[in-house]
Every structure is written in C-alpha cells, then in structure tokens.
C-alpha cells in the first residue's frame, strides 16, 4: 500500500498561468477529497468524487478551477488564470465509502509570483 | 462560520506527561470526528477517530472522548513523547454531508524533554 501521492509537490508560478496538479488515491479507494490550506489555518473542502462523479463542489471552487477524475481513479485539479490568493498547500484525500476516515497525500504548495 | 474550533492556539507539555488537546463544534449533525497530526511541508497524518455513538476511543497512547451534549471532544497524549511535537487539527463529518471533513485551526502540541 503506497498511500496518497501528489505530483508535483511544489509549483511556482506566474499570475495569469494556469496550473494542474494530480493525485493518485490509495487503490480501491472510491471516494477522492481535495483540500487547500493556508497558513495558520486547517484545511478546507473544495470538492469530492466518489468513482467518477463529481458530487460537492464547495463555493470556494470559483470558475477558475475545475477537478477531472476520469476513470474513477486518479484525479487532476486545475487553476487557471491563477492568482496570488490561489497560493495555498493544496490536499488530496481518499476514503472508502463504507468508512469514514480520509488518508491524505503530503500536498502541492502552490506559490503565485 | 466556524463549525469547529481549536481555541488553544499552542501547547507546552513536558516529555512523560499527559497532553490535553481539545476541540468544540456547533453543528449537531456532525456524527464522526477525527484528530489528524501534522508535521511541517506534509501532509496530515490520521491519528484516531470517534463516532458519535461511542463517548470513548483509545488506541495505544492515544485516547478521544466525545462529550455530545457539550459539542465538546479532546485527545489524550500519554505519555507524551518529543516525536509528537507537531499541530494536530480536529476533524469533523456528518454521512450526510458526502462526509466532507471540517476543520479546526489546530494547535500547535511542543513536547520539550
């Protein structure tokens, strides 16, 4: 069991560039959960898959994000026309459905010059 | 709106002592409740959960209580050991909600030896 893993880990980038992260889930997990944090902050819901639909968007996914989980297993989360309040430790997490408990991945800091 | 809070921004425990993290929430449909670990540059850790049904959990040196009628629980660390110096964040869920996971700040646990 290789746990959560997101690529890349840290990203730097120009405001106005768009930015993809991916997250690969512990296999067999249905459920995919994706996070930001800000410093002194805990992390915050942005949306969840279970498979390949997409069920819960929160209001803090504006229209310049969107999350693909094409085949109900790995996920990608993108940003485009980033700006510098996008700058934030973004989490993956996956679950089972029938337990409630969410595995997370060690995050991609996000920084927008 | 702060469903749930962590309202000791920081702790100071010495090495062999108990550590004492506590944790309230407001929203009464919260049944499933989480203690996550985190180290710096990484991802939360999951620790130990409680459901709403039980008003005790206890896995090795960890503990949880759950008070519902206080909307109140908190973790029990003993003994308390350098390696656990790291923020902890309470998490909460309700299998209404596609259990999202809600957040507190956290609070900052430095166990000195």
């Known amino acids: 069991d290789t746990g959560v893993s997101q690529n890349p880990r840290h990203k730097i980038t120009k405001r106005g560039q768009n930015v993809t992260f991916r997250c690969d889930p512990i296999?067999?997990?249905?459920?995919l959960y994706w996070y930001r944090q800000t410093l002194g902050q805990g992390p915050e819901f942005l949306t969840y898959f279970q498979n390949e639909a997409q069920l819960e968007k929160s209001r803090l996914l504006s229209d310049r994000f969107s999350a693909e989980r094409p085949k109900g297993s790995f996920s990608t989360l993108e940003i485009q026309r980033t700006e510098q309040g996008d700058s934030a430790m973004y989490l993956c997490a996956s679950s089972l459905v029938v337990t409630d408990t969410q595995y997370f991945g060690p995050g991609t800091r996000l920084t927008v010059l | 709106d702060q469903q749930v809070k962590q309202n000791s921004p920081s702790l100071s425990v010495q090495e062999g002592r108990i550590s004492i993290l506590n944790c309230d929430y407001t929203?009464?449909?919260?049944?499933?409740f989480l203690w996550y670990k985190k180290y710096p540059a990484e991802g939360p850790t999951f620790l130990i959960s409680?459901?709403?049904?039980?008003d005790k959990n206890e896995d090795g040196r960890f503990t949880v209580f759950l008070n519902k009628s206080a909307k109140h629980l908190s973790l029990h660390i003993v003994p308390s050991q350098p390696g656990d110096s790291a923020v902890y964040f309470c998490?909460?869920?309700?299998?209404?909600?596609?259990?999202?996971?809600?957040f507190g700040a956290g609070t900052i646990l430095r166990v000195k030896s």
């Open positions: 998490a909460a869920s309700a299998g209404l909600y596609g259990n999202k996971l809600v």
């Open positions: 296999s067999e997990h249905n459920r």
């Open positions: 929203n009464s449909m919260f049944d499933y």
């Open positions: 409680i459901s709403s049904i039980k």
